[in-house]
């Protein structure tokens, strides 16, 4: 039989309210509160129940980890639950933190459950399933048995029909699936089209993302004093395309010397961008790094240095998370140099 | 890609033609290429034309890198 | 405008004798149909075959589908490309339904090209799948793009445009099964119980991102790069003005068989003085300079807007940065105040974490999604491959890879192949036959 491992806090722990938020994390063998619950529903043997006070992880987070992490390791367990949370918010905090520790460090599924004005929710949404529960411990059992629900489908290897469907919070991942009722999409835009003109509802097939920012980087103060490095995503490799880089949902990136190059010369390098003409960046790959009005800037003291390498990938169906990973690769080698600033041209 | 490098501390301007999309991933400094297929020179113009107008344009982005901003801006091109 | 397309339907084809049609049986003379296809200089060598739902058949690379069809009046099918310069969308014509064409590369593909199986897990995956196919393999003396990851594939393609025509040819003098009839009043002279209801435009953005000529779909034989956007009688596109080109990831293409039979027109018609005042089409493009891409931003708004359109529905012929096209459009279209449905697919990665389109707007209300580019395929080796099935690896399909450090070869050694969706011939159907949709996982 399959094994699972449930967290709660002290108060569905048993061990007591507000006073005892301080309690640090404990291990015990078999059901202590949601876990008698969950076992009633879940075809799994719930073999432990782990306990910690909510304020002591929200202020010993890396203490209390490394504790609870511990207790896991000699372990023999194929799920994970936590919470149900409800609207509690350092409870749903907490439970976030530890499903995402065990879910990294021992690649299980993990659930937990909230309330959708948990805070946990926003920040631990795109890391796990969360369930959408209830307000209040009220809700104990109907929650508990949504999370053992769709435990049994994942351990049992059956199809998860969707985050709506299934009653978590989606998580950002989005894939392609075969409608059920095979309603092609011309009778959907047309019936869509319908709707709205007459003010009916309907619900769009692709709701807007909300959209990730970054702070602004300061500015340079001294650009002659500055290294400067040239990044592209318009695929500009030597010919013989030497890192391999895929022409389309590139994985792999390049970076290529410059040192005492003063222009990239047509036969020397080029594009393998397949998501545009490549005629013009062939013919000049300088239109896509500009290479050489860097160096007659460098000569005229405009900037300190250039960096010398520039970095290359294809844009083109690549995506955000490979795009991010490649970032980060080249980052080490820019700090390395003390590169100040990036160029950073796209096709 | 420019998140990631901004996020690591390293000040960065984007050079793109579709100003959407650039605005759409979370770059701070925009500033416009001419095209998709060449970003800084058009071939229908001489070799002149073309370093010219590459020339000005990556100034305009060394420039907005000493630019203090506040919110995602886009560079203003003359040519 | 009116429009009559007698149908014949097919349902089964058969090599024989003489190039025929007879109770539902499709004949063909083998010789009789290559000699046709070899009379083009530029045609090296070709083969037919037939392949059907359910036979165990991979076609790759594949380059087009066009339904075979005649015009009663003698007018070419393809006005301005196979024939002369005339208006299409009027009169009769004959149809063979529920079959293609299908032109498939004797060795070489390219990033435009597709793969298409006709049974198995992969068969879910096109349209074509579904369809009695006349595949034409055949090879060209085009070397100088035989290595380029960019092909017109020009002789093949006009092949394949021929030979539907030469086929279609032998139902000319039959009497077609059913008819069905597209017709439309002058926008201005509908009667009053249509003019009072919402009015519609379609707002079509066929692929036209290259600027060399060759490449990209044709409106009358004219690249579409070259044109603003302009307003067409649906009829127009149902009957061959507008054809097929040659570039895009293929899962995000418009075959010309997909113009020919345009499911949204259909559904828009059907709606037509019931629900709606299908005004017509608005037939824009895509483009590669931001400038180009809100120069046909404004024309849409502005011919919608003249037309006095109270909704519209847009549909791009792509993914990435043609995104920002579709997009840009969408937003012309709201703020000049007509609400706006749009068709597209996605690209959200292989782990679907991406973020869908490349550029987006809180103006995109409502969107029918048709698909994930770049979700990843494995499919076991099939009895039979017709054409080069080591294309899909080594020629740079848009969904192949000659080799991966942790998926290996899109093509293995047994024949069984590891792909993502963006190689499957027409895959997401933008065009309105896709029954995929995306969910959130």
Known sequence: MKKAIMYVNQFFGQIGGEDKADFKPVIKCGLVGPAVELQKHLDAEVTHTIICGDNFIGSNTEKAMEIIMGFLKDKEFDIFFAGPAFQAGRYGVACGQVCKAVKEKFNIPVITSMHIENPGVEMFKKDMYIFKGGHSAAKMKDDVKAMAAFGNKLLKGEENLGADEEGYYARGIRHQVWRKDGVMAADRAVEMTIKKLNGKPYETELPMPKMDRVPIAPAIKDLSKAVIALVTSGGIVPIDNPDRIQSASATRWGRYNIEGIDDLKEGVYKTIHAGYDPAAADADPDVVVPLDVMRAYEKEGKIGRLHNYFYSTVGTGTTQGEAARMANEMIPYLKEDEVDAIILTST | MVKEFERAGFTIVQMANLIPVAKTVGSNRIV????????????????EEQWKLRYYRVGVALDSLTTDIKEQTVFKVKI | MKLEIG??????????????????????????????VMSDEHITEAELYIVKPGDKVRLCPVKEAIEPRVKLNGDPLFPGYTGELVQ??????HALKDCSLLVVGKHWGGFQDGLIDMSGEGAKYTYFSQLKNIVLVADTDEDFEKHEQQKKNKALRMAGHKLAEFIGGCVKDLKPEDVETYELEPVTKRDEKTAKLPSVVYVMQPQSQMEEMGYNDLVYGWDTNHMLPTFMHPNEVLDGAVISGSFMPCSSKWATYDFQNCPTIKRLYKEHG??????????????VALEQKNRSALFVAQIAKSLGADGAIVAEEGYGNPDADFVGCIVALEDAGVKTVGVTNECTGRDGKSQPLVALDEKLTAIVSTGNVSELIELPPMETVLGELESLARDGLSGGWANDEILGPSVRSDDSIIMENNAMFCGDMIIGWSPKTMREF
């Not at chain 3, 019931?274 to 483009?287: E, Y």
């Open chain 3, 88 to 93: 299409a969308g009027n009169g009769k014509c």
């Open chain 2, 32 to 47: 416009p290429t001419i095209s998709i297929p060449y970003p800084l020179g058009d071939p229908a113009t001489t070799k």
């Open chain 3, 274 to 287: 019931k629900t709606l005042n299908f005004l017509g089409v608005i037939m824009s493009n895509l483009n």
């Open chain 3, 7 to 36: 149908n014949f339907h097919v349902k089964d084809i058969i090599f024989g004798g003489s190039t025929s049609f007879s109770n539902g049986i499709l004949t063909i003379n083998k010789k009789e149909c290559l000699d046709f």
